[in-house]
């Protein structure tokens, strides 16, 4: 039976159901993103621009190292979402558990890579030298809250699935409030610096990792973790290997880019460059993570719908994910640049210089961004139908090889290394990947209803 507080994805008005799905994990997306705004703004003005920069130029290497595992919990919930509308309990059951137990081992290869690593990592993007050991020590112990950071994202997902985004949104308001107050006592109160917000995240955590635990295991259906049972079933690994795997190298792929992009920031050699960039970009994350669950939506709703046999409900799924993003990024991203210079003013306090720099990244990223909204949607309703390896393909050409032959070729030029030309980069790449994800999709969605048709 469906519980009051999952949304069925399956039957009933989509533009509703939708909206009333997305709208709790937009406000998830925030929290999380409230975690690493926290860190800069309170290092911000206690610690001054070099910690926020030394804060923000982790942020691209440390998505790379863990969306390869945070792609891995896509294809949980494409599994889980899969098995719940074909309503098939036991293979729920088996998803559900293999999941959580992945999620444990994939917290600990991250714990002994980001803490080896760090260093040698951040050398290698040409971190500036003042701000190097800052970001190394932050993100070292960063690093140590891996384990929880993937139970949460894998639980997160699993809950998703079974259309429950209410429970996450709680969860991390309450991990979201102790970071914030952890924050401003360990900086504030003991005197650290980036030590202090990167061990507030870690408790932080820990704390959404074990309410969402807690969540799966008090849940009355086939999706209760029952401790105990886990076990990894080899068919439901190979269904989130088939799914996860494609997505967490496009991620990587994807973060390869943006590690050069970051080094490629690193080599004007100026820390209010770094500086505004790095306070830009998490602006922009707002704006991004609103879109991105307009991701999660299409994945979900796509990946139920499927397994439900009902396959034409994911062209409309597509297209209201579609209008609800352009609406949502468009908007977000208009008041994101309007209001940058009061925003950047919350992050930057010393350096009317840096605030310049955030605002040239605003103009040319913030604004377009709908753009990405739009890419990265159908490829959720793709990966959702269970074609994972063409958008992955189509993303790392389309995104990451792009930008590269960009960076080295227009943007090695002298005339044109300039930040202007560093971010229209990214315009680029979103407008040719989105054209080539559509088309996919048209594809795979007219190939999956053939066979739909001719299995009836």
């Known amino acids: 039976m469906l519980k009051r507080k999952d949304i069925n994805m399956t039957e009933g008005p989509l533009l509703k159901n939708i909206i009333l799905y997305t709208l709790p994990i937009i406000f998830t997306g925030v929290l999380q993103l409230l975690f690493n705004a926290a860190d800069l703004v ?77 260093g040698t990592l951040l050398k290698m993007m040409k971190t500036p030298g003042d701000i190097l050991p800052l970001a190394t020590k932050y993100m070292r112990i960063y690093f140590v809250g891996m384990l929880s950071s993937m139970v949460y994202n894998f639980g997160a997902a699993i809950l998703r699935a079974l259309g429950d985004t209410r429970g996450p949104l709680i969860y991390l308001t309450a991990a979201g409030v102790v970071n914030v107050l952890l924050n401003l006592l360990f900086v504030t109160a003991f005197g650290m610096d980036v030590d202090g917000v990167a061990w507030a995240t870690v408790i932080s955590q820990t704390l959404a990792a074990a309410l969402v635990l807690l969540a799966l295991a008090r849940r009355d259906d086939s999706a209760r973790l029952i401790f105990k049972k886990l076990r990894v079933y080899s068919d439901s690994l190979r269904q989130i290997m088939r799914i996860g795997l494609p997505a967490g190298l496009q991620s990587v792929m994807f973060n390869i880019s943006n590690v050069i992009i970051q080094s490629s920031v690193n080599s004007f050699g100026l820390v209010a460059v770094n500086s505004g960039n790095s306070a830009a970009g998490n602006i922009e994350g707002f704006v991004y993570v609103s879109m991105n669950a307009f991701h999660q939506t299409a994945l979900n709703f796509a990946g139920q719908n499927v397994g439900a046999g009902k396959t034409r409900r994911v062209n409309q799924i597509l297209a209201c994910c579609l209008v609800c993003v352009t609406v949502a990024g468009a908007a977000l991203g208009v008041l994101g640049y309007v209001f940058g210079r009061q925003l950047l003013s919350i992050y930057i306090v010393d350096s009317p210089e840096a605030i310049e720099f955030g605002l040239v990244r605003l103009s040319l990223i913030c604004l377009p961004y709908f753009l990405c909204g739009q890419m990265d949607v159908t490829t959720g309703a793709l990966r959702g139908m269970g074609s994972s390896f063409l958008p992955m393909v189509i993303t790392v050409v389309g995104v990451c090889v792009l930008r590269v032959v960009w960076i080295y070729t227009v943007f090695a030029m002298p005339q044109y290394h300039t930040l202007d030309m560093l971010y229209l980069s990214y315009v680029i790449s979103w407008i040719v990947s989105f054209l080539a994800q559509l088309a996919a999709f048209r594809a795979v969605y007219n190939n999956r209803l053939r066979k739909e048709v001719a299995s009836v």
């Open 42 to 118: 309170v290092v911000g003005r206690f610690g001054g621009s070099v910690c926020v920069a030394a804060v923000g130029s982790t942020g691209a290497l440390i998505n790379l190292i863990i969306n390869m595992f945070i792609g891995l919990s896509v294809g949980a919930g494409v599994t889980v979402a899969r098995a719940k509308g074909a309503g098939n309990d036991a293979e729920v059951h088996k998803a559900v558990h293999t999941a959580v137990l992945t999620s444990l081992v994939s917290g600990a290869v991250l714990i002994g890579i980001g803490v080896a690593s760090a």
